[in-house]
């Protein structure tokens, strides 16, 4: 008999055909994420599944799905599953690393130009109709090339903005728990600093840690305070790396001058504080959505499924040691 699979969403036709192909796939297919009680419902009887991080999957649901064997998350983060408590059942979890990096990268650098340039506020006003002449002093930002960027979290999205920043003829600092080996600091041109100096001499920081216990909160008033008043902080990783409150509080009182947001604390829900800050670009969690990439994901996220279901290794598992112990 074929495995079965709950998928959460509708995926793009190739990974759709793909599962199918080869399991019984139970498609919720509205665009609202399942409540959770009827999650639950359908994965009691499911051998797999295939999730977005809209889905919550925590020890309580992975308790009444007996026969799980894999979480295939259609992402690169995977917070919104309790690891601890799948690797326990000899749950795999697998996420979607790679194939969304550069895409990723390139969103937020995309961020990172808007807020300094005020492209958004620039586009409002067009369509407000105020154009009405060129005008000498019409919003000036801050110029990008020739500056300092400060990358925190130094892993595949992190390198891929220092990529970047050669480009923009951009110095490149940066800080992660770990350093990278000197072939890469070499090669990216980047210099790895101690998080304070990071802050005080970065004229843009960009985050690119996975949201931990250790990552919550990376950046607060203490830290805000460091950075320069002429500085931007670009966050396109989770929004809850940021006190998004105190983040309001600085960008109202002025220690930094702007910040350009794809996530958010406590996501869908904005600070209300944010709403009104000309200072601040506001995406909605979208850096990864190319069309490209989030099909790739979505086909990556179905093949890590597929491999465990048929006892193979995943090609991108986040918990591996639950393979290695059964193989
Ligand atoms: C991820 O992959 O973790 C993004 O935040 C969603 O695409």
């Known amino acids: ?44 009887d499911k051998d797999g ?13 992975l308790a009444g799905a007996p026969r799980l064997r894999v979480i295939a998350n259609v992402a690169v983060g995977y917070n919104n599953i309790d690891v601890a408590a799948a690797t326990a059942r000899g749950i795999v979890v697998t996420n979607t690393p790679d194939v969304l990096t550069e895409t990723t990268a390139d969103f937020a ?23 009405t002449r060129w005008e000498w002093d019409l919003l000036w930002g801050a110029d990008v090339h020739g500056k300092t960027l400060g990358i925190l979290g130094f892993g595949r999205i992190g390198r891929a903005m220092a990529r970047r920043a050669r480009g923009f003829a951009v110095r490149v600092l940066y800080h992660d728990a770990l350093r990278a080996d000197l072939a890469a600091e070499r090669d990216l041109a980047a210099t790895f600093v101690d998080k304070a100096t990071l802050l005080k001499e970065s004229d843009f920081v960009t985050l690119h840690t996975p949201l931990l216990p250790e990552t919550h909160h990376l950046i607060g008033a203490d830290e ?29 009182d ?74």
Not at 16 to 21: G, K, N, V
Not at 226 to 251: C, D, F, H, S
Request: with cysteine; charged share 20%.
């Open 254 to 327: 002025g220690w930094i001058a702007g910040a350009g947001l794809d996530v958010y604390e406590e996501e869908p829900k904005i600070h209300p504080g944010l709403f009104s800050l000309p200072s601040v670009v506001l995406a909605p969690h979208i850096a990864s959505a190319s069309y490209e990439t989030r099909g790739k994901m979505a086909t990556l996220a179905v093949e890590n499924c597929l491999a465990v279901l048929e006892g193979k290794m995943p090609p991108t598992p986040v918990n591996p040691e639950v393979l290695r112990k059964s193989h």
């Open 109 to 131: 650098w995309a961020l990172l130009m808007a807020t300094a340039r005020r492209v958004v506020e620039g586009d409002r006003y067009v369509r407000a109709g105020k154009f």
């Open 1 to 44: 008999m074929p495995a079965s699979i709950l998928m959460t969403r509708t995926l793009p036709d190739e990974a759709l055909a793909l599962a199918r192909a080869r399991a019984t796939v139970d498609l919720h297919s509205g665009p609202q994420p399942l409540p959770k009680s009827e999650l639950a419902a359908r994965l009691g």
């Open 224 to 252: 805000l305070k460091m950075m320069k008043r002429t500085a931007y902080l670009i966050n396109a990783a989770r929004g809850p790396i940021v006190n998004e409150a105190q983040l309001v509080q600085a960008l109202k």
């Open 49 to 61: 599944m295939v999730c977005l991080i809209t889905d919550t999957i925590d020890a309580q649901t």
